[in-house]
């Protein structure tokens, strides 16, 4: 046990003077046993008298491998959008080998932990050999991502993704079949054979265009967290509506996925009907800002979205949970020609719903007990150098919001253990090092 005790910390919505948690262990498991003013006993103290402690960032949606993509799909030759982009990154995606998909992983939750994420849900889609043969382990490829993040120490709830054709009536793309499922069931088994490995695990119906309805509901037994990418795209939409005549979170309704552990990724171009499905369902929604400008896709409609939100990186165009959440309130404001959109309440209400969405709405999406300072919660903590410059002057948790950077992210723990100090990840330079060694190997660039 031992005791952390930050200048501020952070609980339900507001910033408190002395008090201190109580943390149960350090082997990545500890829970916060107590938040109350230190006590003199004999144990040991993290003192961080002029930092803001804060629940970890989850970072709800992400693929790793895609972190190898930073800087190389930033110029064109020809007409550009998500569609050309996606053809560049399924020609990375299956370049990549068992060592090198390790590798780019490691360094993308290394990077998350650095920047603040204290958990991440990967989004995990590439299962087999380039060519579609499975490997001698059907799960390989998960496991490797799984043990990358436990080697630099992020928790990962690992969102096992079900594919299984290119779209309705599309010609198979030979660059999807690392993708593809035979069919549901053998979905639910890897999902269930990786749980049974100790990891956490959910489930990922990868889009209406890549799974049919009738695969989604066999897949709707699965009883643990879902997630699917929805109305991302406006031709996803369209296709949607000329299969079945629905849009894409009607689909997922009708086949009994839309309830509370769902979490709708995107939804960047939601229609009236679909968002009053939402509300009434008690799922909630992953919007990733940066990749989505990043992509094209247009302004997450934070502002009439009414459910809750929570953050992704997705592509790691960007890894920085500080953009994302101001993107949430900025685009509203850029869209709609006015300010302080996003309902709340107080001088502090926009930065305590923003801080929410980064933590415990995330943790709720990914199913594991944290994204609160509270008695009984893991300890996946961030404390936030608040003596820097540029929080001088500023009021102190929209400061933090509105201003803040990986840059003032000084310590991190996960589950108690200590993998950020002061501002530093150990081993984080040689992992880059190895991670590039293991591009240029597989020529990911050429
Ligand atoms: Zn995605």
Request: one cysteine or more; charged letters at 25%; hydrophobic letters at 45%.
């Amino acid at each position: 046990m031992f005791w952390i005790e930050p200048e501020t910390l952070y609980v339900e919505g507001e910033l408190h003077h002395g008090l201190a948690v109580l943390v149960s262990g350090t082997d990545g498991e500890g829970r916060i046993l107590e938040v109350a003013p230190r006590r003199d006993d004999d144990l040991p103290v993290e003192s961080l008298p002029r930092c803001t402690l804060l629940p970890g960032f989850v970072n709800a949606h992400s693929h790793a491998f895609q972190r190898a993509l930073r800087g190389w799909a930033q110029h064109s030759a020809s007409e550009d959008s998500f569609w050309s982009w996606r053809e560049r990154m399924y020609t990375l995606a299956n370049r990549l080998d068992p060592e090198a998909l390790a590798a780019v992983s490691a360094l993308a939750f290394a990077e998350m932990l650095r920047a603040g994420f204290t958990s991440v849900g990967e989004f995990h889609y590439l299962h087999h050999q380039a060519d579609g043969t499975p490997y001698d382990d059907p799960d390989e490829l998960a496991k490797r991502v799984l043990d990358a993040a436990g080697r630099v120490g992020l928790r990962a709830v690992l969102l096992r993704v079900a594919y299984a054709r290119a779209g309705a009536g599309v010609e198979p793309n030979p660059h999807q079949a690392r993708f593809l499922d035979a069919n549901p069931q053998a979905v639910l088994e890897a999902a269930a054979r990786l749980a049974a490995s100790g990891a956490r695990v959910g489930l990922a119906p990868h889009s209406v265009r890549a799974v049919p309805a009738d695969w989604l509901r066999e897949l709707s037994s699965f009883t643990g967290v879902i997630h699917a990418h929805v109305d991302e795209q406006p031709e996803e939409i369209r296709q949607s509506r000329a299969e079945y005549g629905r849009a894409p979170l009607e689909v997922f309704a009708d086949a009994g996925l839309l309830r509370p552990s769902f979490t709708a990724v995107h939804l960047t171009h939601p229609d009236d009907a679909e968002l009053t499905l939402l509300h009434k369902s008690g799922a909630r929604v992953c919007a990733c800002p940066t990749t989505e400008l990043d992509l094209g896709d247009g302004f997450f409609p934070a502002w009439k979205v009414n459910a809750p939100v929570c953050i992704g990186s997705d592509s790691h165009a960007a890894i920085d949970p500080f953009a994302e959440l101001r993107a949430l309130e900025w685009h509203s404001r850029a869209v709609l020609g006015r300010r302080n959109v996003l309902r709340h309440d107080g001088d502090d209400g926009l930065a305590a719903r923003l801080i929410d969405s980064g933590t415990v709405v995330g943790a709720d999406a990914l199913g594991i007990p944290a994204g609160r300072i509270a008695a009984g919660n893991l300890a996946d903590l961030v404390a936030i150098d608040s003596s820097r410059m540029e929080f001088a002057l500023g009021r102190p948790l929209p400061s933090l919001v509105f201003n803040g950077s990986p840059a003032a992210v000084q310590d991190v723990w996960v589950g108690g253990r200590h993998v950020v100090r002061e501002g530093r990840l150990p081993g984080g330079e040689a992992l880059a090092r190895e991670a590039e060694r293991a591009l240029r190997r597989i020529a990911a660039h050429a």
